[in-house]
């Protein structure tokens, strides 16, 4: 931690006029970190590491991409099979959007587990969930590109949830269209903000780490960097630990590329667009089934509110409460395992989510409606119920004096 | 270590929450003869893939296209040159315009790709009761079960329907065929096709063969995909355990 310093004459000018070996040194080497972070702690940079795999395979990509209906597919397929480990690339791409979602999905839990989104944490937070949300949206957007039977009838599912909304609806469907149905100015739009929307989230893992760096990391304890001892330097002891994760990381990865690269895709997305023909069972992508499986949980119109936009609203609220959750969560205690309560809900809720992805990817028939209902009633339950009233209730157990004091007892038992 | 375990676990099913969505489909459970391109090390047999090509060619080609595989990609499947000449020059296209302007037919080239056996959608939906046989170039990962698929539908058909299963005029019954009534009539007939390198004609032998061709034009990188998957992992694991002995050094004093 001894800020930067330098003999070399062209870095030390260079760095009086932009201070970028300062910075790197303060925020990436000297940057202190809870000692007692654990391997979930791993997912955040892993995510980063991901979205410049994802950008710079989708740059290629780009490079023999045709973003016209009648151009799309094949121009898809012409990079599978004729463009030089063109498949390569394409198959780093496809599954490198699933294992982008599945790391952020680890992070959001730990997240809810440890309580990091609490004081002062709520403004890292929101960052995060708009950086998911405009994942989300990239997600669907490339998606659509390859132009095949579930990308077209995916973008006309989708994109016709907004006509739910009463007299507004119609006009912003056909806005978003670009005509009356998706056809090729809806792909050619969609392809230029598919591109535009991952730099977009790159700004937003800035603001995300400056957040971090000014807030510090949480850590499985909960309690704040009080000493000295409480926390070591980023690097080398957190850069080779996430260097570890990547190793480890890359090996589930490259599992699905080189030997199941279709495992998380549709078979219907290798029959080219027909708006003529439509597939028995339309699904979006696995990260968004949860979410499906909410739209799809209400079926009763009330008064003039119709299904379709009860569906909707809860959606988007599904992902919109989290902004409250620092607010929500009445608990003074972070880590959960200090809160033998709450500590019980979390799983709950994580099955109640895999639930709800497991109802979203099924036809929507039978018991799996009702499933999904209580599913969805017990979502927003866990946080307008559960959260408000657990730190209430629930008696923390007592929280160790600092991060070190526990390693401290540890050693003096010893 | 038991974290890692862990959110292997919470990964797997969280896949298993995607892996769920695809198991929609009709009829029954489709049959798995097992192929020799499946698992870690699996590749193509080539001479499995050469009588494959021959079946498409002398009968699945009569109806089906395969536009996205070019004639010069038939080398993979073990034809040489001038097979591969004679094959592209058994159907012509029209040639670009001469200096007067005028549009003659010319045989294929092997550059070109597998030429469709009708000009258009509406002549070969004309020419085959009304329903438009469908492209094979990705009929292997297209459907639900792949190959599985492929296969078991090739063996599908049972000549007298369950009687209360009327199928209309025109179609025939296959046990794996979404709804069962299917436009294209059974194909696989003992001894259809002569293999040129001996091999018994059976249905099965045939379904097998032309299953793995079909697989093949879907996949055509998949012997450079797996072989290059091991190498990768291979590396991995080592730099991996490297990058993991080397945190422990680094650690070693602050646990």
């Known amino acids: 931690m001894s800020g930067f310093q330098t003999n070399n004459k062209v870095v030390s ?168 149905s998706v056809d090729n100015p809806t792909l050619s739009r969609f392809f230029s903000l598919h591109y535009l929307l ?118 988007f609220g599904a992902i919109l409460i989290l902004f409250a959750l620092p607010w929500l969560d009445t608990s003074k205690v972070r880590s959960a395992r200090f809160r033998p309560l709450y500590r019980q809900f979390f799983w709950l809720f994580l099955i109640d989510c895999l639930i709800l992805g497991y109802v979203g990817g099924k036809p929507a028939e039978g018991i799996l409606i009702t499933v999904g209902q209580i599913a969805t009633a017990y979502y927003f339950f866990h946080f307008l119920v559960l959260m408000p009233v657990l730190g209430r209730i629930e008696k923390p157990k007592p929280l160790p ?14 | 270590m038991r974290k890692l375990v862990l959110s292997a676990i919470v990964a797997a099913g969280l896949t298993a929450v995607g892996g769920t969505a695809q ?60 097979e591969i000449k004679t094959v592209a020059a058994e159907r012509e296209l029209p040639d670009a315009p001469n200096d007067e302007g005028m549009v003659s037919p010319r045989p294929g080239r092997p550059s070109d790709k597998y030429i469709d056996p009708f000009p258009n959608e509406k002549a070969a939906a ?3 009761g009304g329903a438009a046989p469908p492209d094979l170039s990705l009929m292997a990962k297209a459907r639900v079960g792949g190959p599985n698929y492929v296969y078991s539908l090739m063996l599908g058909f049972v000549e007298n329907p369950p009687a209360d299963h009327p199928i209309p005029e025109g179609k025939y019954f296959n046990t794996y065929f979404p709804g069962n009534a299917i436009s294209m009539p059974p194909q696989l007939m003992e001894d259809l096709v002569t293999y040129a390198d001996g091999t018994k004609a059976t249905p099965e032998q045939m379904a097998k063969d032309i299953t793995a061709f079909l697989n093949w034009a ?12 091991l190498k990768v992992m291979i590396f991995l694991l080592v730099f991996t355990a490297m990058l993991y002995a080397l945190k422990r050094q680094i650690w070693k004093n602050i646990h």
């Open chain 1, 13 to 180: 000018w260079l760095d009086q006029r932009l201070p970028i070996f300062s910075m790197m040194q303060h925020s990436a080497i000297d940057y202190p970190t809870p000692r007692n972070l654990n391997y979930w702690w791993n997912f955040g940079s892993l995510a980063g590491f991901v979205l410049v795999i994802m950008i710079l395979t989708g740059v290629v990509l780009v490079m023999n991409y045709a973003s016209h209906t009648s151009m799309a597919f094949d121009s898809v397929e012409r990079i599978m099979r004729d463009v030089n480990y063109g498949w390569l690339i394409r198959y780093l791409h496809m599954n490198g959007a699933s294992m982008f979602f599945i790391l952020v999905y680890i992070h959001i839990f730990r997240n809810l587990y440890y309580g990091s989104y609490k004081s002062p944490r709520e403004v890292l937070w929101w960052i995060g969930i708009v950086i998911y949300l405009a994942m989300m949206a990239t997600g669907f957007l490339g998606y659509v590109l390859p132009w095949g039977q579930m990308s077209f009838w995916g973008a006309t599912v989708i994109t016709n949830l907004f006509s739910a909304f009463p007299i507004v609806g119609e006009p912003i469907v056909t806005w978003l269209w670009g005509g009356f």
């Open chain 1, 198 to 315: 991952p730099f977009v989230i790159f700004g937003l893992v800035v603001l995300h780490v400056w957040a971090l760096h000014t807030v510090k990391s949480n850590n499985p304890l909960g309690v704040e960097i009080k000493t000295p001892a409480d926390a070591i330097p980023f690097h080398p002891y957190y850069t080779i630990k996430d260097l570890f994760g990547i190793g480890v990381f890359l090996m589930f990865y490259l599992a699905f590329v080189f030997w199941a690269p279709n495992f998380f895709g549709e078979p219907d997305n290798y029959i080219p667009a027909n708006p003529m023909v439509t597939p028995p069972h339309i699904v979006p992508e696995w990260y968004y089934l949860p979410f499906y499986a909410i739209l799809r949980a209400f079926t009763t119109d009330i008064w003039i509110i119709s299904a379709k936009l009860q569906g909707v609203v809860a959606m």
């Open chain 1, 401 to 414: 004096a600092s991060i070190s004091a526990p390693v401290l007892k540890e050693k003096a038992h010893a």
């Open chain 2, 23 to 82: 198991a929609s489909g009709g009829g029954e459970p489709l049959m798995k003869p097992g192929f020799s391109w499946e698992g870690v090390f699996g590749r193509y047999d080539k001479g499995e893939l050469k009588r494959g090509f021959e079946v498409f060619h002398q009968v699945c080609s009569n109806c089906h296209g395969l536009r996205l595989v070019a004639y010069r990609n038939l080398a993979a499947v073990g034809l040489d040159q001038e």
């Open chain 2, 126 to 128: 004309s020419a085959n």
């Open chain 2, 218 to 229: 879907a996949e055509p990188e998949l012997d450079e995909r797996k072989s290059m998957g």
